[in-house]
């Protein structure tokens, strides 16, 4: 199992190995059974360069600056070196799954359709047969499928729904289920409008049970809580009427930071979405 | 409007730049530093950078934003609102056009691929027109306040170093190589580069380099201008009436990277004018998660079912709150004396100018 991290934050490596516990909890002796690997553009071009008959130059081509002048020249090699390097691992055979952090919404179209954009733009070379190689990858469900991983806020279902329809369009790649992350699947508070709930309230206002301003927080706080979990609702219902695929929801966590041990609560969650039997 | 914007931090502000990494509501916070200024009398302009469909629509412009900056009707207010949305490849042109030494030098530039691909793709292009955006506009006698959103970033020094970077893209050596293959005097050079660039050539393809040694042709004679234009965005970016605002979210990741940006700014002899704080969870009530936890069991065992769950709601918001609030302690300490103001999570949508307006409450008052 291996995952690729590819904007250079240290936090991946730290969530799925982090704290120590990767001995304990993920087969003692064994080497881990996670690998995270960061592939940075300009690295991965710089490979690329190497592997293709610059050899001894290369080091030179990166000191000048020449690197930075062919990544402009032909917009879109930086992403194909990477998918190409991702191509890579995949063949060698060492992985039984290589999870790819992608990019976030607007670069994650760009990124992927690189491979098509240079098949159109680069008539022959080695750059040509590397983004057909990445095309043959992404369009084999066999091998390979996205997985778009949104919240339920308008905006972040908008950019999944045209991330999907983008990717559909011009890539053909094979879309997995749609991730809903942070999703308040919490016990949803009783209704404050209910005739029920504020008898209960008023019989509890006294010297010793709810006062009166307790009363006015509590009220607030459910009224909160039922909107935003009505709002998500919404969202997700929507996504469903527009993206005909399947969904797995994920709970928001009450922390401000995930740790590793929130990271084996949700994949415990993921599977059993994924897979409810 | 008594009361003042971010604690007085951005009083005689011309220059307001808001900073963050990607997704802690960066842009919102720049439509409502701009929405409470104009309230509070100033002609203020925005810039927003890809803004969400929601936001033009918040503001009352349904056709969008344009790349020139309209005015937002604000009813009963005295001061003004304008908003645009940064169009890199069209101010780009401009710059281009602002420097070149006839329209046909320009064209000739405008027309080239390699061209085209530095507007849409250099590393740091939208760092820099937002820079230069930033410049128009500071000499706009129309307004009196700027207000920018930054593009998603985690590095400050990609907005701090931005109006620079074309400067130091024509400065390459790699540039002057391809710029300069006829002439004797680098004939050493040459011969070194020569190999280099038919090697490119193959990987990329003939014609992709023609392009570019035809770009940096078309370009000589403008450097200079390029890197003077350069050093007049750093000044005002350096002025002392240019305030920078931290954007985060009350997470861990966003206020590391909030705490890092900051630390860049100070290296660069920059401060922080003040940090926000957005989508905190709201505090209900003045105690504890833990004393809402105790009522909530009390209130069980009395058999209240339906008051019981109500305060075991307040209990899980609390503690969300709590958590959020001890995440931000890094930041506090790092901003100093500079005011942290926190918006809460609403429980909707931006969707109006009241809702920007509910925001700015929480960005109004003592810091």
């Given at each position: 199992m291996l995952v690729v991290e590819l904007?250079?934050?240290?936090?991946l490596a730290e969530l799925v190995t982090?704290?120590?516990r990767a001995g304990d909890e993920r087969g003692?002796?064994?080497?881990?059974a996670i690998e995270v690997v960061a592939i940075s553009a300009p690295d991965a071009l710089d490979e690329y360069l190497r592997e293709h008959g610059f050899g001894r130059i290369a080091k030179r081509l990166s000191a000048t600056g020449v690197i930075d002048v062919v990544g402009t020249a032909a917009p879109g090699i930086d992403d194909i070196v990477v998918l190409g390097k991702i191509k890579q691992l995949e063949r060698?055979?060492?992985?039984d799954l290589i999870v790819v952090d992608g990019p976030a919404a607007g670069h994650a179209i760009t990124f992927l359709t690189s491979a098509s954009g240079m098949l159109d733009a680069i008539r022959g070379g080695p750059v040509r047969a590397q983004a057909t190689d990445v095309l043959e990858l992404l369009r084999d469900a066999e091998r390979c499928q996205v997985v778009l991983v949104t919240i339920p806020e308008t905006t972040p279902v908008n950019e999944a729904i045209e991330t999907a329809f983008a990717l559909e369009d011009q890539v053909g790649v094979q879309l997995g289920p749609v991730i809903v992350n942070?999703?308040?699947?919490g016990v949803e508070p009783p209704d404050p409008d209910d005739h029920e709930v504020l008898a209960a309230l008023a019989a509890g206002v006294g010297p010793h049970d709810v006062g009166s301003h307790d009363v006015g927080v509590l009220l607030a706080a459910a009224r909160f809580r039922r909107s935003r979990r009505s709002m998500e609702r919404s969202e997700i219902e929507r996504l469903a009427a527009e993206l005909p695929l399947a969904q797995v929801h994920l709970p928001a966590l009450g922390v401000a930071g995930l740790s590793a041990i929130d990271i084996d609560e949700l994949a415990s969650r993921l599977v059993d979405g994924a897979d409810p039997t | 409007m008594s009361a003042p914007l971010l604690g007085g931090a951005?009083?005689?502000?011309?220059v307001v730049v808001c900073c963050g990494?990607?997704?802690?509501g960066k842009t919102t916070t720049a439509a409502v530093l701009g929405l409470e200024a104009a309230r509070a009398g100033r002609r203020a302009v925005v810039v927003t950078i890809d803004p969400a469909r929601r936001l033009a629509d918040a503001l009352g412009l349904p056709g969008g934003l344009a790349d020139t900056p309209t005015r937002v009707e604000l009813p009963d207010v005295s001061g003004e609102l304008w908003a645009m949305m940064l169009d890199t490849s069209a101010m780009f042109e401009s710059v281009v056009r602002a420097n070149a030494g006839s329209d046909e030098q320009a064209d000739r530039i405008v027309e080239n691929r390699f061209y085209q691909n530095i507007a849409g793709t250099l590393s740091g292009t939208q760092e820099y027109m937002a820079s230069e955006a930033l410049h128009q506009l500071h000499d706009?006698?129309?307004?009196?306040l700027v207000v920018v959103d930054t593009?998603?970033?985690?590095?400050a020094l990609d907005f701090l170093e931005a109006p620079g970077v074309l400067a130091r893209f024509l400065e390459h050596r790699a540039f002057r190589l391809l710029m300069l293959p006829?002439?004797?005097?680098l004939r050493v050079l040459n011969t070194a580069a020569q190999p280099i660039l038919r090697a490119i050539g193959k990987v990329v393809g003939s014609d992709v380099l023609a392009d570019a040694v035809a770009f940096f042709q078309a370009f000589s004679g403008m450097e200079v201008g390029f890197r003077e234009r350069a050093e007049d965005v750093m000044a005002v970016l350096h002025s002392p009436d240019t305030r920078f605002v931290l954007v985060a979210s009350p997470r861990r990741d966003t206020v590391t990277e909030a705490v890092w940006f900051a630390d860049q700014l100070v290296e660069q002899g920059l401060e922080v004018a003040a940090a926000v704080v957005n989508r905190a969870h709201p505090r209900f009530g003045t105690g504890d998660a833990a004393q809402a936890a105790d009522e909530a069991s009390r209130c069980a065992a009395d058999g209240q079912a339906a008051v019981a769950a109500l305060w075991a709601n307040v209990a899980e918001l609390r503690l969300v709150a709590e958590r959020e609030h001890a995440e931000l302690g890094p930041l506090v300490e790092r901003l100093g004396d500079a005011p942290l103001l926190e918006v809460p999570l609403l429980?909707?949508?931006?969707?109006d100018l009241a809702s920007l307006a509910e925001i700015g409450s929480h960005l109004t008052g003592p810091g």
């Open positions: 904007d250079g934050k240290p936090t982090g704290d120590g003692s002796d064994d080497a881990p060698s055979g060492d992985w942070g999703v308040d699947l | 951005l009083d005689d502000a011309s990494s990607g997704g802690v706009d006698p129309r307004f009196d593009p998603p970033s985690r590095n006829a002439r004797g005097g429980d909707g949508d931006v969707h």
